[in-house]
């Protein structure tokens, strides 16, 4: 391969506009003298020998049941519809999607403006840079003087469909009841709409939203497969844990896929399929007891908080989209609505006419209204987030500890008080979840770096915080911890914290963890802060006490008193 300096140096630049820490670059020139191992095959074979899923013991879907609702949509049909053909010489994170640049965009104005990363929690999951969240140096690779010893992931579902009852279903039914009522009439951008169909199911993963599980698989594998060799020397599989809803079912599937290969994922991992459904205790769907959570006054407000947001930000886009529609009168949720349609017919249909409807500065406050969601309902500005956390926290420590878990959260001990489905001792956890679980467990683990800044306006971004719906809760979203043997640290036990491919500082928030480039703490160090932490989450009063909370008060996740 011929490659010119010129483009080396290109390369480099890339990276470090991306954010990535350099890898170092030695002028020295030295002689080495090969080792006397130089040649030699070595080889690992998982699965240990003799061992099988037990699937009495941990039952597929179809025997768990629960699998909430599953209307399907239209089959996508991109090579017949959509606008461009999805050449895979892009963002490795989008194939086969194709976004359209925004409304009114230009490309002499620099760089195109990626749309998919501006549509919060419908985002497809990005690499986020450490230097975000103030680690400029720090990367996801293994330290150096550091070798990796077991490995945590909790991660999302990919791209689904939307929830029962959500937005563009509204959307379509509000068109559909226009149109049996006399009709409208449509010109200009909006023309598409006299010819379009609602073609999404709801729910359910879309292939994309597959892939995205499966590449996650086959990317922990290839990152974290040596760590299999200790199931292999103990002669046990692993247990990865899911909810029983169809998607979650089938994102640990896909997940387990790319991570052992088809069919072998069959035989090699037994997934522990936990019951989502209201009134039952699920680490990974603690809203289904803990009953503020749907509560206005409570577990809601950034719900809120971002409609009122939406209520005003998209006048002007209102008033253009209007001037093109007669007989159908647009308000700031049809616009919502139809800004979703992007997002989600994007990842099912593989293209979506709605997304050139609107401007890279709607894409923006689009963006924003998912922030003021998410940090109010599941971020630090949520009184009820930190008890919903705390089940995955408590489990997270009771694996770290070696000691099961006593029920203060929504944990369920029928399974965590046992070494079948919850076993403490493996190198490799995965655990699936939804993006609400995900946030809610970021705020109990204390992670406040990724939430720097005063309290997010309610009434426009101020871009004083650090937090971003889309670096956080997009689909297939997973927050990792290494734990790592230092010979060069004292202790030598460390550990740090990642999400989405970023280094999470910790100084700041888990008192006696010093500064590192590398985000690393000691073990024991970080055991005791988060110990203290579960002790000071009252789940009982958060998630059933009877208090008020209003967005725009950092609660540290925890209800008011009052
Ligand atoms: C559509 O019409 C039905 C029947 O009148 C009504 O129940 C529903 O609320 C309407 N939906 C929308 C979004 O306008
Ligand atoms: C964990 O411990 C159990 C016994 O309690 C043992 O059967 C199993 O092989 C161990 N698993 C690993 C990965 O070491
Ligand atoms: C624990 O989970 C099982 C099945 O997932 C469920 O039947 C049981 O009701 C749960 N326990 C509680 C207390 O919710
Ligand atoms: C946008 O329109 C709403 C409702 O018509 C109005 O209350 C609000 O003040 C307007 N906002 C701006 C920024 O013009
Ligand atoms: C749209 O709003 C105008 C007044 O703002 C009203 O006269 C008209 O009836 C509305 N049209 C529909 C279809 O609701
Ligand atoms: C279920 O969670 C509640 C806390 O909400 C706890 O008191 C109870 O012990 C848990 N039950 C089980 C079986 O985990
Ligand atoms: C957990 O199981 C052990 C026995 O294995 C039992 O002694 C203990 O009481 C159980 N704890 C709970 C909270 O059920
Ligand atoms: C753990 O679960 C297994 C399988 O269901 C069961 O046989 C065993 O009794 C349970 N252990 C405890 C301590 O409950
Ligand atoms: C996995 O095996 C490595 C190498 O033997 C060891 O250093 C590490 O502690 C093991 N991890 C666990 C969780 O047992
Ligand atoms: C959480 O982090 C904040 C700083 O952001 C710190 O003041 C607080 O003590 C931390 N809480 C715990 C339990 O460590
Ligand atoms: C909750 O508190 C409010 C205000 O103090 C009070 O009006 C209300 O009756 C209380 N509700 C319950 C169920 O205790």
Redesign the pocket.
Request: glycine letters at 8%; hydrophobic letters at 35%.
């Given at each position: 391969m011929c490659t010119s300096i010129f483009s080396i140096a290109a390369v480099l630049v890339l990276l470090a506009q991306a954010g990535y820490a350099q890898v170092g670059i030695s002028n020295s020139i030295a002689t080495l003298k090969a080792s006397s191992f130089v040649g030699t095959s070595t080889a690992n074979s998982y699965p240990p020998a003799g061992t099988t899923v037990n699937s009495v013991?941990f039952p597929p879907e179809s025997v768990v049941g629960f699998p909430g609702p599953t209307p399907t949509g239209a089959e996508p049909a991109a090579a017949q519809t959509a606008p461009a053909y999805p050449y895979n010489n892009g963002p490795s994170n989008q194939f086969p999607l194709v976004a359209p640049q925004p409304w009114g965009s230009s490309s002499s104005f620099g760089q195109p403006f990626d749309i998919t990363k501006y549509w919060g929690n419908l985002s497809p999951w990005y690499s986020v840079s450490s230097a975000d969240y103030g680690l400029p140096d720090a990367s996801p690779l293994i330290p150096e003087g550091c070798n990796i010893v077991q490995m945590y992931l909790l991660y999302r579902h990919g791209a689904r469909y939307p929830t029962t009852g959500a937005a563009p279903s509204i959307f379509a039914q509000k068109l559909l009841n226009v149109t049996q009522a006399g009709g409208f009439s449509v010109t200009g951008e909006l023309e598409f709409l006299s010819q379009w169909t609602y073609k999404l199911g709801a729910e359910l993963l879309t292939p994309f939203g597959r892939s995205q599980n499966f590449n996650l698989g086959v990317a922990y594998r290839q990152l974290y497969g040596e760590l299999l060799n200790n199931f292999t020397a103990a002669g046990t599989l692993p247990v990865f844990r899911t909810e029983s809803q169809d998607r979650m079912v089938k994102t640990a599937l896909n997940f387990a896929a790319g991570f052992f290969g088809v069919p072998e994922y069959q035989n090699q991992v037994n997934i522990d399929i936990l019951v989502e459904n209201p009134g039952v205790n699920n680490s990974g769907a603690p809203y289904e007891v803990c009953t503020n959570s749907n509560v206005a006054s409570r577990g809601s407000i950034g719900s809120t908080a971002a409609t009122a947001f939406a209520n005003t930000a998209f006048n002007a886009t209102i008033a253009r989209l209007q001037s093109q529609a007669t007989g159908v009168n647009f308000t700031s949720t049809d616009i919502i609505a139809m800004l979703q349609l992007c997002s989600y017919e994007t990842q099912a249909l593989g293209y979506s006419a709605f997304c050139g409807l609107f401007s890279e500065e709607d894409f923006l406050n689009y963006e924003y209204y998912f922030d003021l969601s998410f940090y109010y309902n599941n971020g630090p500005g949520s009184p009820i987030s930190a008890a919903q956390g705390k089940g995955y926290l408590q489990e997270w420590v009771a694996r770290l500890t070696q000691s099961y878990p006593t029920a203060q959260s929504a944990l369920n001990l029928?399974y965590d008080?046992?070494?079948?489905?919850f076993p403490l001792n493996q190198s490799i956890y995965a655990d699936a979840t939804h993006e609400v679980v995900v946030l809610d467990t970021l705020t109990a683990f204390n992670l406040t770096a990724l939430f720097n800044g005063p309290p997010l306006s309610p009434t426009s971004n101020q871009h004083r915080n650090s937090f971003v719906a889309s670096k956080l809760v997009p689909f297939a979203t997973h927050f990792t911890t290494q734990i790592l043997e230092c010979p060069a640290y004292s202790p030598t036990r460390q550990l740090r914290f990642i999400v989405n491919d970023a280094v999470v500082p910790i100084s700041d928030s888990h008192p006696g963890c010093p500064v590192d480039p590398n985000g690393l703490c000691s073990f024991d160090n970080v055991v005791s802060v988060l110990q203290k932490r579960i002790a000071e989450i009252d789940f009982n009063y958060d998630c059933f006490g009877n208090y008020t909370a209003k967005a725009g008060v950092d609660y540290n996740g925890r209800a008011p008193k009052s």
């Amino acid at each position: 391969m011929c490659t010119s300096i010129f483009s080396i140096a290109a390369v480099l630049v890339l990276l470090a506009q991306a954010g990535y820490a350099q890898v170092g670059i030695s002028n020295s020139i030295a002689t080495l003298k090969a080792s006397s191992f130089v040649g030699t095959s070595t080889a690992n074979s998982y699965p240990p020998a003799g061992t099988t899923v037990n699937s009495v013991l941990f039952p597929p879907e179809s025997v768990v049941g629960f699998p909430g609702p599953t209307p399907t949509g239209a089959e996508p049909a991109a090579a017949q519809t959509a606008p461009a053909y999805p050449y895979n010489n892009g963002p490795s994170n989008q194939f086969p999607l194709v976004a359209p640049q925004p409304w009114g965009s230009s490309s002499s104005f620099g760089q195109p403006f990626d749309i998919t990363k501006y549509w919060g929690n419908l985002s497809p999951w990005y690499s986020v840079s450490s230097a975000d969240y103030g680690l400029p140096d720090a990367s996801p690779l293994i330290p150096e003087g550091c070798n990796i010893v077991q490995m945590y992931l909790l991660y999302r579902h990919g791209a689904r469909y939307p929830t029962t009852g959500a937005a563009p279903s509204i959307f379509a039914q509000k068109l559909l009841n226009v149109t049996q009522a006399g009709g409208f009439s449509v010109t200009g951008e909006l023309e598409f709409l006299s010819q379009w169909t609602y073609k999404l199911g709801a729910e359910l993963l879309t292939p994309f939203g597959r892939s995205q599980n499966f590449n996650l698989g086959v990317a922990y594998r290839q990152l974290y497969g040596e760590l299999l060799n200790n199931f292999t020397a103990a002669g046990t599989l692993p247990v990865f844990r899911t909810e029983s809803q169809d998607r979650m079912v089938k994102t640990a599937l896909n997940f387990a896929a790319g991570f052992f290969g088809v069919p072998e994922y069959q035989n090699q991992v037994n997934i522990d399929i936990l019951v989502e459904n209201p009134g039952v205790n699920n680490s990974g769907a603690p809203y289904e007891v803990c009953t503020n959570s749907n509560v206005a006054s409570r577990g809601s407000i950034g719900s809120t908080a971002a409609t009122a947001f939406a209520n005003t930000a998209f006048n002007a886009t209102i008033a253009r989209l209007q001037s093109q529609a007669t007989g159908v009168n647009f308000t700031s949720t049809d616009i919502i609505a139809m800004l979703q349609l992007c997002s989600y017919e994007t990842q099912a249909l593989g293209y979506s006419a709605f997304c050139g409807l609107f401007s890279e500065e709607d894409f923006l406050n689009y963006e924003y209204y998912f922030d003021l969601s998410f940090y109010y309902n599941n971020g630090p500005g949520s009184p009820i987030s930190a008890a919903q956390g705390k089940g995955y926290l408590q489990e997270w420590v009771a694996r770290l500890t070696q000691s099961y878990p006593t029920a203060q959260s929504a944990l369920n001990l029928t399974y965590d008080n046992n070494t079948t489905y919850f076993p403490l001792n493996q190198s490799i956890y995965a655990d699936a979840t939804h993006e609400v679980v995900v946030l809610d467990t970021l705020t109990a683990f204390n992670l406040t770096a990724l939430f720097n800044g005063p309290p997010l306006s309610p009434t426009s971004n101020q871009h004083r915080n650090s937090f971003v719906a889309s670096k956080l809760v997009p689909f297939a979203t997973h927050f990792t911890t290494q734990i790592l043997e230092c010979p060069a640290y004292s202790p030598t036990r460390q550990l740090r914290f990642i999400v989405n491919d970023a280094v999470v500082p910790i100084s700041d928030s888990h008192p006696g963890c010093p500064v590192d480039p590398n985000g690393l703490c000691s073990f024991d160090n970080v055991v005791s802060v988060l110990q203290k932490r579960i002790a000071e989450i009252d789940f009982n009063y958060d998630c059933f006490g009877n208090y008020t909370a209003k967005a725009g008060v950092d609660y540290n996740g925890r209800a008011p008193k009052s």
